[in-house]
């Protein structure tokens, strides 16, 4: 049974930081990409960033390109978002994701991922 648990979320006033972490309890997890994903409220959850299986590809959406950072640990089995330079516009709930994906276009897309967490919350304040 795959699950993943999100935590690192808060309440942050803008130009803070946040790091969000994701524990993925899956066997094959280096065979995974791992995406964020936010939604806020009366929104679509929306792509934020992802990383590649290999790690060695990262992708971003391009209004947090240059504040947020994913990267991920395959001895912890967590992926982390950090999150610098925070805009009340980021406030959302941030979810992870894990799937089979080996596409660079694939890997933005929201259908494409297979398992989901429950979700953490980050508010920016102005």
């Known amino acids: 049974q795959v699950q993943l648990v999100e935590s690192g979320g808060g309440l942050v006033q803008a130009g803070g930081s946040l790091r969000l972490s994701c524990a993925a309890s899956i066997r094959t997890f280096s065979s995974y990409a791992v995406g964020w994903f936010r939604q806020a409220p009366g929104e679509e959850r929306d792509f934020v960033a992802a990383i590649s299986w290999r790690g060695d590809k990262a992708y971003y959406k391009d209004s947090v390109k240059g504040r947020f950072t994913i990267s991920r640990d395959y001895a912890k089995n967590t992926v982390y978002l950090q999150m610098n330079s925070l805009k009340p516009e980021d406030t959302a709930v941030y979810y992870c994701?894990?799937?089979?994906?080996?596409?660079?276009?694939?890997?933005?897309?929201?259908?494409?991922?297979?398992?989901w967490g429950q979700g953490t919350q980050v508010t920016v304040s102005s």
């Open positions: 994701a894990v799937g089979r994906i080996y596409s660079d276009y694939r890997i933005r897309i929201l259908g494409e991922y297979d398992y």
